[in-house]
Nanobody
Framework: QLELVESGGGLVQPGGSLRLSCAAS????????VGWFRQVPGKEREGVSC????????NYGDSVKGRFTISRDNAKNTLYLQMDSLKPEDTAVYYC??????????????????????WGQGTQVTVSS
């Protein structure tokens, strides 16, 4: 069964950090571009970050640049998102996703969530004092 499972979400104070993980099973994550998206109720899904198959290309949404870092460990079939200097506006459900459309740049994929084949179930991140 093909599956992506996120973990690492939770409640954190403003200025704090969290590290999200996304474990893939049933397929080789290394064959896919992968990304993180987030969504707040009533709003569209927002691209947070995307990374190429080898990890040599990354891209970030403007709202998280300089604060979030995406990485992957293909040997462990796992994707990560290190989130630092968190703000209340980062509160959302965070989803990881995998795309077989590796011919697209990471900047383009970040704007096209419909080009991702597989999605995780999401993990809640709440930034509040």
């Amino acid at each position: 069964q093909l599956e992506l499972v996120e973990s690492g979400g939770g409640l954190v104070q403003p200025g704090g950090s969290l590290r999200l993980s996304c474990a893939a099973s049933g397929f080789e994550l290394g064959n896919y571009a992968v990304g993180w998206f987030r969504q707040v109720p009533g709003k569209e899904r927002e691209g947070v970050s995307c990374i190429s198959t080898s990890g040599d290309s990354t891209n970030y949404g403007d709202s998280v640049k300089g604060r979030f870092t995406i990485s992957r460990d293909n040997a462990k079939n796992t994707l990560y998102l290190q989130m630092d200097s968190l703000k209340p506006e980062d509160t959302a459900v965070y989803y990881c996703a995998a795309s077989s459309r590796t011919y697209y740049s990471t900047s383009l994929l970040l704007r096209m969530p419909n080009q991702f084949n597989y999605w995780g179930q999401g993990t809640q991140v709440t930034v509040s004092s």
